[in-house]
């Protein structure tokens, strides 16, 4: 259970964050790992692509109703959510850190977190890879739209930039690598399915190299003087309450639509989580540098809660489920220790 609590990829990222803040990258430095950063992001979504089944997703296609929820939940009540915590939140932890919530209320659903809990949990796990991925693949273009119209333009990465060319930077950098990658899975499918160990580490090695890319600009420009302890517990609250309300709500809108345990369960997992992995990168397109850090801040706090959260969640399923429920043992039991 502790490594439910307190995994690898975790430490991985506070270990970042400390290096970062003691030894930025500046100058010509800043401008390499910038580079390199965009190949990273690149090879990231790539190998997202690459691991994606399709016929998991056409087994779980049939089931809309479903997938309509949790796109609801996921890309309406969440930016909803956003909105009316900003106001509470601004006052006490300031611009910068409310933003970061209203953008980690934008982002898509998780994918490997959400079908490993969803499985741990005895629910619907085709439902669940065919729900978190499109949420992922309709988050190319939903995210930034839902940025451009909830976060002031100050904090894009150009006062100048529209809608349409934050898109065009998304689709470049993370879509088209996606679909790459799906041409690719005939081909290297197999080597990822025998090397997942080598491709998780690429995999969230290329989150952690975007951590400290973002956190070393946010450093330089004085984030630890503006962020205080005091606004990170704050900003800990804030997160339990917004991850609170979307369990809740999640729980209750399967019940009162009369969808299956199984089905409910799906529901739960995938419409109440965000994607780290998605969003760093994503924040990394859509922001200014120097402000990138503090932005994905409030996503790196969500992130681990939302993951301590859903093992007790998940392992109190499972054993409250009954004899005839799904076991588990899919493609989708994966390492929990994941970047999503």
């Not at 190949?39 to 089931?63: C, D, M, N, P, Y």
């Amino acid at each position: 259970m502790l490594m439910l609590l307190f995994d690898r990829f975790t430490i991985a990222l506070i270990v970042t964050v400390i290096i970062a803040s003691l030894l930025p990258c500046r100058g010509e430095a800043a401008r390499v790992f910038a580079i390199v950063t965009y190949v990273a992001i690149a090879l990231l979504f790539f190998l997202h692509g690459a691991k994606l089944s399709r016929e998991a997703i056409i087994a779980g296609l049939t089931h809309w109703r479903l997938h309509l929820l949790v796109f609801l939940c996921t890309f309406a009540m969440f930016p909803l959510l956003g909105i009316a915590l900003r106001p509470l939140a601004e006052p006490l932890i300031g611009t910068q850190l409310a933003l970061g919530l209203v953008f980690l209320c934008t982002l898509p659903s998780t994918v490997q977190s959400s079908i490993a809990f969803t499985s741990i949990a005895r629910g619907n796990v085709p439902a669940a890879v065919c729900s978190a991925s499109f949420s992922s693949l309709i988050g190319i273009v939903l995210t930034p739209l839902l940025v451009s119209a909830l976060i002031p333009v100050q904090g894009a990465a150009s006062g100048s930039t529209g809608a349409m060319d934050k898109i065009g930077d998304i689709v470049l950098q993370l879509f088209v690598p996606f679909v790459a990658g799906q041409i690719a899975r005939g081909f290297i499918g197999g080597f990822i399915a025998r090397h997942r160990l080598l491709v998780n580490t690429v995999d969230r090695g290329s989150i952690l190299l975007v951590v400290y890319t973002a956190f070393s600009a946010a450093v330089v420009e004085g984030l630890w003087h503006q962020v205080s302890a005091g606004a990170l517990i704050l900003l800990a609250l804030f997160s339990c309450l917004l991850l609170a309300i979307a369990l809740f709500a999640t729980d209750q809108f399967g019940k009162r639509f009369g969808f299956s345990r199984e089905d409910r369960i799906t529901i739960l997992f995938c419409g109440s989580k965000k994607s780290l992995a998605s969003g760093v990168p994503m924040a990394n397109v859509l922001f200014a540098s120097s402000v990138v850090g503090t932005i994905v801040l409030p996503l790196m706090v969500f992130h681990q809660i939302q993951l301590m959260v859903c093992a007790v969640l998940a392992q109190r399923y499972a054993l409250t489920a009954p004899a005839t429920a799904q076991e588990p043992g899919s493609p989708a039991d994966e390492d929990l220790n994941t970047a999503n």
